[in-house]
């Protein structure tokens, strides 16, 4: 069940018509921090009564300490928000009490509908860069734009993790500099420049805004379960094989730490080489990131403990190593914006290093 509380909008931190940032004065008194998305709940003011989900911040989750706005108790957006009035008839979190209905890219009402439904989509040899975290798309999409001016970034969020787009701070930072030129938001996800509603028409819609470079990843707040199969961070492999059949380059982003505390991700994560050795049934190339000897030697040593050259059924994947020296001083202006896991370039440099590797394999060939 829902971890239900009401309160009183007491204060508001930040609103840009995507998501709002308030103080709610709980009716026991304690104040709590919410975000409300208006596409939900509508605008929220300053004395409005609200319905919160509280279950996030009562379990002490990775949503930062947030409740999340159900419903304005004060004042009904039935009128101006009747879905009659909207183009699209397509639902996403479908059959929960918070559906909602979005115009798919290339539904029938859709300005960017292909011209031949029955014959679109070929990505032509696009290269399709593919993350098993959000924390690699920051240092990604940077190194991508350094090497390659001008061109033309998209990404896909899946919805593996956090489903509203506005929630990342990254992707918002992105597209306001003009790094990432669209987004995609696919499956359950949405608040993209475009809704798809599966990997190949995600896929597909790239291609028919003329992506240069489409990199595809999770939004924040991965969840796992600590076994081998438990992460949707294995839809690694599923992207990869959806970026193959439709033409494209498939590039595996890989997921690399030294500071982790946890044994089984430290090196290369055992979700990626899951996601390459059981679920990639394609060949991908794997980009590994070094800045001096000590670093190759490392990366190395974790690509032969791995085996993460053999995929499944015979498959080899091509694994290259890729010195990203000159390329991390390019860019040590941005690196204190990248975070993972409350960790930052200095406390695990190699894993954000990883974007630029995938990044500098690709905008070389």
Known sequence: MLYRRTGQ????????????????????????QAVNYPVFAGECALGDAVLLNGTAQRLGLGSGGWDFVVANLTRSCSGSHD??????????LRYTPLQLKV??????????????PMDYGDLAGRPVLVAG???????????????SPGSRIVYIMTDGACLPLFWSQVVRRLKAEGLIATTITTGHAFGGDYEALNKYSALAC?????????????GPGIPGTGTKYGSTSLEVGEWLNAAASLGGRPVAVPRIST????????????????????IALVSAEVPLPYRNRDELRLVQDFVAWSSLNLGAQGVIHTVSFQDVTALARDLSACEPLFKSMGRCFEEDS????AGYAAAQLVAAT
């Open 83 to 92: 879905p009659r009035k909207s183009r699209g008839h397509l639902m996403k």
């Open 9 to 32: 909008v007491v204060r508001l931190l930040s609103a840009d018509g995507e998501i709002q940032k308030m103080v709610v004065a709980l009716t026991d008194g304690v104040e709590v």
């Open 350 to 353: 190699l894993h954000f290093a």
């Open 133 to 147: 975290v959000h924390s690699l798309v920051e240092p990604t999409v940077r190194a991508l734009s350094k090497l």
């Open 206 to 218: 790239a291609a028919e805004v003329q992506a240069d470079y489409i990199v595809v990843a999770m």
């Open 103 to 116: 115009l798919a890219w290339d539904e029938e009402e859709s300005p960017a509908r292909p011209q031949d």
């Open 259 to 278: 500071a982790d505390p946890r044994p089984r991700h430290q090196g290369i994560s055992h979700h990626f080489v899951t996601a390459l050795k059981k």
